[in-house]
C-alpha cells in the first residue's frame, strides 16, 4: 500500500529512508538561519530598540559634551592678541585706571558662536609663581576674523608686590612679556548648553628701556637759592652756609625742563617725583620733576627744580674732563618719592629707584650766564 505522506514518493516503500524533494524541509530537520534571527527579533526587539537609541544618546553627548568644546577651544587657542596700546592713569596707592587697546584675530571663526564677558587676571608672564597683579573685565566677544578690544575700567591693584614688579620691568627692560587668562562661556547657536573655554593669551609689550635718552634741558643755575613760598623766619640767614654745603635748603638752585624719552605703548600718570641727585658718587641735593606722565615718543618735558650743593660743582669745573668739556657734569637720579596728589604711589618710587637713571647737567653754560670770572672754568693742572 501506497504511502500517503506527501513528502514520500509512492515508489518508494515505508521501510526506504524518505527522500527530500527540491525546496521541502524534512519535518525533523533544523530551521533555516533567517526564519531563527526573525524570531529572535520578534521576541527582543525592545533590547535592540535600547541599545541602539543609548548609542545615538552616547554619541550626541560625546558631541555636546567633549566634541564641541574641543573644537571651541581650539579656535580660541589659535587666536592671537596684539596689544596697541594700554594707560595706567588717576593712579593711586591701591588702584589706578586701566584702558587697554587691542586687536584680538582669529584664523578661524565659529559661525555665529556668542562669547560672553569673563574677568581675566593680569600677570607677568616670566614672573614665578604668575601672580595677577590686576583683573580687567572683557567685553562680550563676536565671531570675526578680526576685533578691536577696547577695555577703560577702575582697577584695584589685586597684588602690590606683583605690581611693583611689573612696573620695574616695564622701567628697565626693553620687552617684557604680560598674560592674560580668564575662563569664558561660549553658547553654540542650536544648543541650549553653554560651555566654558579657558582664555589665556600672551603678549609682549616693547619697554621704557630705563628711560634711556633723558636730558635736562634749558636749566637755569642760580648761586642764590630761589624760596619756594614767603619765609620770614630769621634763622634762614644763619642755614645758609650748612644749605651750601649739602643743598638740603628749601628753596631751590636749578631750574629747567628735562626730557623724558617713552619707548614704549604705555601712558603712565605718575605725578611729581623727587630724586635724589648724585655727581661722582656725592649726593648734591634733591631734584624735582612736576606733574610727569609719560606719552607714547621721545619728547615728553616737564618742568623741574633742583636745590644742589655747588661748592662740588664749582670745584669740578677745574677738574678734568669737565673743565675741558664745557662743564658738563654727569649726575644719576635716585627716585625717593612719588606723589600723584595726596597719593603716594610705592610701585612707582620702587621701579624709578631701581632704573638708575642718568643724566648730563650743563653747569658751565648756567655759569657762563652769569658772567663769572674766567678762572672759574680754567683746568687748576
Same mark, same amino acid.
Given at each position: 500500500?501506497?504511502?500517503?505522506?506527501?513528502?514520500?514518493? =509512492? +515508489?518508494?516503500?515505508?521501510?526506504?529512508?524518505?527522500?527530500?524533494?527540491?525546496?521541502?524541509?524534512?519535518?525533523?530537520?533544523?530551521?533555516?538561519?533567517?526564519?531563527?534571527?526573525?524570531?529572535?527579533?520578534?521576541?527582543?526587539?525592545?533590547?535592540?530598540?535600547?541599545?541602539?537609541?543609548?548609542?545615538?544618546?552616547?554619541?550626541? #553627548?560625546?558631541?555636546?559634551?567633549?566634541?564641541?568644546?574641543?573644537?571651541?577651544?581650539?579656535?580660541?587657542?589659535?587666536?592671537?592678541?596684539?596689544?596697541?596700546?594700554?594707560?595706567?592713569?588717576?593712579?593711586?596707592?591701591?588702584?589706578?585706571?586701566?584702558?587697554?587697546?587691542?586687536?584680538?584675530?582669529?584664523?578661524?571663526?565659529?559661525?555665529?558662536?556668542?562669547?560672553?564677558?569673563?574677568?581675566?587676571?593680569?600677570?607677568?608672564? &616670566?614672573?614665578?609663581?604668575?601672580?595677577?597683579?590686576?583683573?580687567?573685565?572683557?567685553?562680550?566677544?563676536?565671531?570675526?576674523?578680526?576685533?578691536? %578690544? $577696547?577695555?577703560? =575700567?577702575?582697577?584695584?591693584?589685586?597684588?602690590?608686590?606683583?605690581?611693583?614688579?611689573?612696573?620695574?620691568?616695564?622701567?628697565?627692560?626693553?620687552?617684557? +612679556?604680560?598674560?592674560?587668562?580668564?575662563?569664558?562661556?561660549?553658547?553654540?547657536? *542650536?544648543?541650549?548648553?553653554?560651555? #566654558?573655554?579657558?582664555?589665556?593669551?600672551?603678549?609682549?609689550?616693547?619697554?621704557?628701556?630705563?628711560?634711556?635718552?633723558?636730558?635736562?634741558?634749558?636749566?637755569?643755575?642760580?648761586? /642764590? =637759592? /630761589?624760596?619756594? *613760598?614767603?619765609?620770614?623766619?630769621? &634763622?634762614?640767614?644763619? &642755614?645758609?652756609?650748612?644749605?651750601?654745603?649739602?643743598?638740603?635748603?628749601?628753596?631751590?638752585?636749578?631750574?629747567?625742563?628735562?626730557?623724558?624719552?617713552?619707548?614704549?605703548?604705555?601712558?603712565? =600718570?605718575?605725578? $611729581?617725583?623727587?630724586?635724589?641727585?648724585?655727581?661722582?658718587?656725592?649726593?648734591?641735593?634733591?631734584?624735582?620733576?612736576?606733574?610727569?606722565?609719560?606719552?607714547?615718543?621721545?619728547?615728553? $618735558?616737564?618742568?623741574?627744580?633742583?636745590?644742589?650743593? +655747588?661748592?662740588?660743582?664749582?670745584?669740578?669745573?677745574?677738574?678734568?674732563?669737565?673743565? /675741558?668739556?664745557?662743564?658738563?657734569?654727569?649726575?644719576?637720579? %635716585?627716585?625717593?618719592?612719588? /606723589?600723584? *596728589?595726596?597719593?603716594?604711589?610705592?610701585?612707582?618710587?620702587?621701579?624709578?629707584?631701581?632704573?638708575?637713571?642718568?643724566?648730563?647737567?650743563?653747569?658751565?653754560?648756567?655759569?657762563?650766564?652769569?658772567?663769572?670770572?674766567?678762572?672759574?672754568?680754567? #683746568?687748576?693742572?
Amino acid at each position: 500500500m501506497a504511502s500517503s505522506s506527501p513528502f514520500v514518493d =509512492e +515508489r518508494t516503500s515505508v521501510c526506504d529512508k524518505p527522500i527530500i524533494l527540491p525546496n521541502q524541509e524534512a519535518v525533523f530537520g533544523r530551521r533555516p538561519r533567517w526564519t531563527r534571527i526573525m524570531d529572535h527579533g520578534r521576541t527582543f526587539w525592545w533590547a535592540y530598540l535600547i541599545g541602539v537609541a543609548s548609542n545615538i544618546i552616547l554619541i550626541v #553627548c560625546m558631541v555636546i559634551f567633549v566634541g564641541i568644546p574641543n573644537t571651541i577651544q581650539g579656535l580660541v587657542d589659535q587666536a592671537t592678541l596684539t596689544m596697541d596700546g594700554f594707560a595706567l592713569s588717576d593712579t593711586q596707592s591701591d588702584s589706578f585706571m586701566l584702558s587697554i587697546n587691542a586687536t584680538l584675530l582669529s584664523p578661524s571663526v565659529a559661525d555665529s558662536a556668542q562669547f560672553h564677558p569673563f574677568d581675566g587676571s593680569v600677570y607677568l608672564e &616670566d614672573l614665578p609663581g604668575h601672580t595677577p597683579f590686576a583683573k580687567v573685565k572683557f567685553p562680550r566677544l563676536r565671531s570675526a576674523a578680526v576685533q578691536a %578690544v $577696547n577695555i577703560s =575700567e577702575f582697577a584695584p591693584i589685586e597684588d602690590l608686590g606683583a605690581f611693583t614688579t611689573f612696573n620695574q620691568w616695564l622701567l628697565q627692560n626693553d620687552s617684557l +612679556r604680560v598674560t592674560v587668562s580668564g575662563r569664558m562661556r561660549v553658547k553654540v547657536p *542650536g544648543v541650549a548648553k553653554k560651555f #566654558c573655554v579657558d582664555f589665556t593669551k600672551t603678549v609682549t609689550m616693547p619697554g621704557l628701556r630705563r628711560l634711556d635718552g633723558l636730558n635736562i634741558t634749558q636749566s637755569t643755575l642760580a648761586l /642764590e =637759592e /630761589e624760596h619756594d *613760598g614767603d619765609d620770614d623766619d630769621d &634763622d634762614d640767614d644763619d &642755614d645758609d652756609d650748612d644749605d651750601d654745603k649739602d643743598g638740603g635748603g628749601g628753596g631751590s638752585n636749578l631750574f629747567g625742563y628735562i626730557t623724558v624719552p617713552n619707548y614704549s605703548d604705555a601712558t603712565l =600718570e605718575i605725578g $611729581n617725583v623727587a630724586f635724589d641727585t648724585f655727581f661722582d658718587n656725592m649726593k648734591l641735593g634733591v631734584t624735582q620733576v612736576y606733574d610727569m606722565t609719560l606719552q607714547p615718543g621721545m619728547n615728553n $618735558n616737564f618742568s623741574m627744580r633742583a636745590n644742589l650743593s +655747588r661748592a662740588p660743582m664749582l670745584a669740578a669745573l677745574q677738574q678734568r674732563p669737565y673743565c /675741558e668739556n664745557g662743564g658738563k657734569l654727569p649726575l644719576r637720579l %635716585v627716585a625717593t618719592s612719588v /606723589e600723584n *596728589g595726596d597719593q603716594a604711589l610705592s610701585y612707582f618710587t620702587s621701579a624709578l629707584a631701581t632704573a638708575n637713571l642718568t643724566t648730563v647737567l650743563d653747569v658751565g653754560s648756567g655759569l657762563k650766564a652769569l658772567e663769572l670770572p674766567p678762572s672759574v672754568f680754567q #683746568c687748576s693742572s
